[in-house]
């Protein structure tokens, strides 16, 4: 078996699985950080019968201290998900020796995020984060696309994958782009905004740097430091800064499917299908969402500052799939996480989401993976994921079917299995 642990001084499962063993696994809090996912968490974790804080930034608190905080008349729930927030100047200082001390005395079980990792940084979070986390610690940083070698584009494109089964658009070096005579989408990490990519589309190399041109005035992508965006051969001519950690592919045309799974270590312990389908989810996207409901004829008029689509996500939507792509759907799902075991033990826990577009042979490109809970789950809060309520026959989201897998475990004792 081939184990890869890129983080410097990754903290061993070991030490975190004789930390929880020292827990009281009866008055187990559930925590998470006040982004992304953190409502689902919360209220998953409360339809479980657990207690539940967010670590919020301050200026961003009153989702949690206010409007969702919690209500209990004789310790039962009667509004909101939220028992406590902890509130902080930055969200890095919940990385501070007093807070995980707190965690640590009060049995805190951490479910991470997106925003998680990129407020800390995966080195951090990796090394220094020394708390119980739900989920896989050493998958996190897959998603570091192009800060770091082993990303989730070489997990799929590994020698041990078979990329029939999990399948990625064409990639495009950027010495290609001179000659390009098709529609690709461009990948970069936004200027501005941390948890966002700088996207956009080109079918040849006019339109390529007509583009680029406009997005580096408007800060959305950064530009060469070399030539200060005129460019030259450290950017092969794009003006673009790093181009040659972008991610460039033929644009797959189809809707957008992101598959919500959730893989369960206790399920496969006792005996069950260890594998299910939680939900499916597409976005929202500022402002792309805008331009694609008006007419033609108004698109080519918009100006130069409001004709390239941004891609910021800013909320999703739920979705059922066609029920004959559900074969093709599992497969792809089980492929994962055979691949995750091969490269990185223990592979896969819990909550992930493989991010597709499907394409007119009816089979999925995978655009992205999260190896933790997935931005869209917030859609399925209350009403439950549909897939996830047939398989439980009750509500089931993401945020509880994670709390779900917690109070399992514990009954069957097996609770260090879901920690990393």
């Not at 479910?111 to 407020?119: A, D």
């Not at 206790?266 to 008006?294: H, K, M, T, W």
């Not at 492929?335 to 896969?348: N, Q």
Request: glycine letters at 8%.
């Amino acid at each position: 078996m081939l184990i890869f642990k890129e983080g410097k001084n990754m903290l061993s499962r070991e030490e975190i699985q004789e930390i929880v063993r020292e827990y009281d696994h009866g008055r187990a809090i559930i925590g998470t950080i006040g982004s992304h996912s953190a409502l689902d968490i919360c209220d998953g974790a409360v339809e479980e019968g657990f207690r539940t804080v967010v670590w919020a930034q301050k200026g961003r608190e009153k989702p949690y201290t206010r409007y969702f905080k919690t209500l209990r008349n004789e310790g039962s729930v009667v509004k909101g998900c939220v028992d406590q927030t902890r509130i902080m100047d930055k969200f890095k200082d919940i990385l501070l020796e007093e807070e995980q001390a707190w965690m640590l005395k009060n049995n805190v079980l951490f479910i991470p995020n997106r925003s998680f990792v990129s407020y800390l940084g995966i080195d951090r979070v990796e090394s220094d984060f020394r708390v119980p986390m739900i989920g896989s610690r050493n998958l996190l940083g897959i998603e570091e696309r192009g800060k770091r070698e082993k990303d989730y584009y070489w997990v799929l494109e590994h020698p041990l994958t078979n990329q029939e089964i999990l399948r990625t658009p064409r990639k495009i070096h950027p010495k290609e782009l001179p000659t390009l005579n098709e529609l690709v989408i461009v990948k970069l990490h936004h200027a501005k905004h941390s948890l966002e990519r700088g996207f956009f589309t080109a079918a040849s190399w006019e339109e390529f740097r007509e583009k680029a041109s406009r997005l580096l005035q408007r800060e959305i992508i950064e530009a060469c430091t070399k030539c200060d965006g005129e460019g030259c051969a450290n950017c092969f001519e794009t003006g673009i800064n790093h181009i040659d950690k972008a991610r460039i592919e033929k644009y797959s045309l189809g809707p957008v499917f992101n598959f919500n799974f959730f893989y369960s270590p206790i399920s496969e312990a006792i005996g069950e299908e260890p594998l299910e389908l939680l939900g499916i989810d597409a976005r929202f996207e500022s402002n792309l969402d805008a331009i694609v409901r008006l007419p033609a004829e108004q698109q080519l008029r918009l100006s130069e500052q409001q004709k390239d689509p941004t891609f910021i996500v800013v909320g999703h939507h739920s979705i059922s799939v066609r029920e004959s792509l559900l074969s093709r759907v599992f497969e792809m799902a089980e492929e994962f996480i055979r691949v995750s075991k091969e490269l990185f033990d223990p592979g896969m826990i819990g909550a992930f989401c493989i991010q597709t577009v499907i394409e007119d042979d009816m089979k999925p490109t995978i655009y992205d993976i999260a190896t933790r809970i997935g931005g869209g789950t917030n859609s399925h809060v209350w009403l439950g994921a549909p897939y996830g309520n047939m398989t439980w026959r009750e509500r089931m989201s993401s945020g509880r079917r994670t709390a779900l897998e917690i109070r399992r475990a514990i009954k069957h004792g097996k609770l260090e299995e879901l920690v990393t």
